[in-house]
């Protein structure tokens, strides 16, 4: 029962940073309409400014945690000003393909510094020793990053809900010409959604790097493996991005602990969130807490 | 009648069926001719070595690919991310082939004109599977669909032993009617073949776009309700759309097994589906020639990039990876600079220089 009880935990550890990574994803496409392909690579860029802050700079590691946000803050906000404003209103086809473009530019720009082909893992400022409870063991990185991520969430949810600049953000979502009637300015919008959801990504970025260590392709893996969660989720609800997120942490940490190594199987981690979402797309397309809004033809 | 499309100042059909010609004049047939008479015959007069001729048969496949891409994509506006995944599909039909009756069997050596027809039709039918969640979703979530489709499809492959977990899985020399094609003449060989394979799937395109099934996917793409009004019916276009698109990847990936002689799960990845996307992009979406042109100028790019990383790298300390950073940073930025400043693609410039040919020397 204790292998059960692992399992979920480590199902939910999981989980919980899939809900933080799609958090970014949703953000901007609630606000703007815009999938973005190149999220990975902003959660790879966050967790090693983080690193070369800390280690390289020396910076205490909350600082450069802080300061890694900031600055993806800025760098998302910047990529939204000069590359997506241009193309509002453009078919999606090439709004898709911009992403994907400025992912690969990123994932040049990463190869260009040690970081692209070596791994790195961040130093230990956790007690080693795992915390234990009846037999399920969770480690103190692990514990700190499910709890971050919940804070971060948290306080993400409460802008949106009082703050005036987030309800004039669900406002936008809502409906654009009538937000823009009430003087919100859209652009301004759409630039500070790209802007959390760049520091919500570096937030990811680091929680990752701390669990897992700095390894650019499990990173930039990240920016692909949320596209199940946002869509079972339901594509523009954070509270779908969060219960899809830990769902999807769950199943692959099932699949891969109870159904590798049975009927000959093996890596069903990484595709089960796939046929998940092609049975979502089938049967459920808007997700658990998406709005309806598919046509039929 | 005027005398060439190039000097053509407007149209002057008086009947549907003068529209539908393929060759306005008999001087556009002429011309025509004589630049399939080049194609064919340069690879005679001058020796390019195998190493370049590997790049042409590597364009040429790519071309036949991005034609089935630029018919979903393009004229039936349903984005797929998966379109490697389907190119993957015709080349382990081949492989499968191969595993079942080992790589030199007749069939794989003699046959291997029916082979690619019957790799197509694999592809046409998983492209059918694949489209049929077209009939409820659309735009993002056909995107994602297809890129779930591309996943699994990886999975799988790199899951199954029949398929050597992704491995090299060799592919026998085949047989012309002059005997074995050996080691020197091979990529010489696949350059006629593939060329009149995309001669051939060039003018079917051509001549579809030409047909009500053709027309009926740009007016799926444009309006579904109103192509439905018509009385077409849309779910059941967007999934033959994507059963041609499936055909054209099908023919690209049996072909693309018996030029390298083996088929392993690298060249069928998410990258590469991307690589697609983009060439048809660059090439300009909707567009018959720009699927001609997107691969060659995506192509020509890559091999730019590595002599230039090449020549860099002499002049950098060796720690820094140039060539790895350089290939997807260029393309990207490729990529980015045609959907902001050009987004009908080379075509457009194509179209451009047409209209110019026309009034000059006057303005308008």
Known sequence: MSYFFQIVVSGIVVGSIYALAALGLVLVYKSSRVANFAHGQIIAAGAFITYYLSVSLGVPIFFSFLASMIITFFLAMSVERIFLRKLIGEPIISVIMVTIGLGSILDGLIYLTPFGSENFSFPAFLPQEPLSLGGVSISWTQLVGVIVTFILIGGLSWFFKKSTIGISMRAVSDDQFASMSVGISVPKVFGLAWALAGLSAAAAGCIIGNITGLNFDTLHAFGIIVFP??????LDSILGAVVAGIIIGLIQQFSSGYLDGNFGLKGTGDVMPYIILVVVLFFKPHGLFGIHEIERV | MSANSWLATGNFFTTYKQEQRTFLTSLDRSFFTLFLVILFGWPLLFELGNKNMLVIDNILIAIVAVMGLNLVTGFAGLISIGHAAFVGIGAYTVASFCRTMGDSHIIITHFWPVLIVVSGLVGAVFGAIVGLPALRLKHLYLAIATLSF?????WTIQFMTFFNQGQTIYVGRVFWFTGKVGRKDHYLFWYFIILTIVILLGFGIRNLLKTRYGRSLVAVRDNDRAADAMGMNPGLTKVY???????????????????YRGVGFESF???????????????GLGTL??????????KFLDLQVETLAEIAGKYLPSSMNLATALKPF???????????????GIANWWRITKSYTKLWPFRY
């Open chain 2, 269 to 283: 990845t998410l990258h590469e589906s991307i690589g697609y996307l983009a060439m048809a992009i660059v090439g």
């Open chain 2, 150 to 154: 591309q996943m699994i499809f990886e």
């Open chain 2, 289 to 298: 020639n720009g699927s001609f042109w997107g691969p060659v100028a995506i």
């Open chain 2, 330 to 344: 260029t393309f990207g930025l490729v990529i980015v600079l045609f959907l902001m400043f050009e987004p009908r």
């Open chain 2, 241 to 259: 759309a994507f059963a041609l698109a499936g055909f054209f990847a099908g023919v690209a990936g049996a072909l693309h097994a018996y030029v």
């Open chain 1, 229 to 234: 969660v946002i869509i079972l989720g339901g």
